[in-house]
């Protein structure tokens, strides 16, 4: 397994990468369409600040990845992103991205009436820095995820930020045990993420964080 920084080349085979690592997982997708969640979770980190992407390679074929930023704040936000994607891509006009924001007007709307708090973005300057992470299910325990995490640390820490967070669900707990495994720890509520499902289930957002 070799962890490597991104080069310009690859980014049509880690674009393909993205489409499919994350199947079988809570946090496989969103609403089903792909060029629009690589959207926000992908291609702006690529654009912006390709220097803290980072490549699991083996046997000369990519098999995981991590992007990350150091500075969240100067980041275009989860929202802004978002937003952008659903305008480019005309998602409510797409009969699966439809459903789910239906779905998630309607678990908004519940969550209101119930003055519960619902996901969202994080915004604390003792963890400044963020990252995704994603591996293809036949590399996941054979070190890659593990290879990504301590060269994405190690960033960290030499770039002097105080500190890194990240958002998963509480219902992938393979997932969350990982992250516990790498020294990070459970943040704050889990709060509903309005309008995702899997396997039918209402899904919560577990947010982590960590300090080098």
């Not at 397994?1 to 674009?15: N, T």
């Not at 690592?21 to 609403?31: D, E, Q």
């Not at 045990?177 to 509520?189: E, I």
């Not at 499902?197 to 982590?208: D, N, Y």
Request: aromatic fraction near 8%; proline fraction near 7%; include cysteine.
């Amino acid at each position: 397994m070799h962890i490597r920084a991104f080069e310009s080349e690859d980014r049509a085979e880690l674009e393909a990468l993205a489409a499919y690592a994350g199947r079988g997982s809570p946090t496989a997708s969103l609403w089903g369409h792909a060029p629009s969640e690589a959207a926000i979770y992908l291609a702006p980190y690529i654009d912006l600040d390709a220097g803290t992407v980072l490549l699991a390679q083996d046997e000369g074929a990519l098999v995981g990845y991590l992007v990350g930023c150091l500075d969240t704040a100067a980041f275009p936000s989860e929202d802004e992103r978002m937003a952008e994607a659903i305008r480019t891509h005309r998602l409510f006009l797409k009969p699966g991205p439809a459903v789910f924001f239906a779905r998630a007007m309607a678990d908004s709307a519940l969550a209101a009436l119930a003055r519960r708090p619902l996901a969202g973005g994080f915004d604390d300057p003792r963890w400044p820095s963020h990252l995704h992470i994603n591996v293809a299910a036949p590399a996941r325990g054979t070190g890659a995820a593990e290879g990504l995490m301590r060269a994405w640390q190690q960033r960290v820490a030499e770039a002097g930020s105080p500190g890194c967070h990240l958002q998963t669900l509480a219902e992938n707990t393979r997932a969350v045990r990982f992250f516990t495994r790498m020294g990070f720890t459970a943040h704050g509520p889990a709060p509903l993420v309005p309008g995702l499902r899997h396997e039918g289930r209402r899904l919560h957002q577990r947010t982590m964080v960590w300090s080098p």
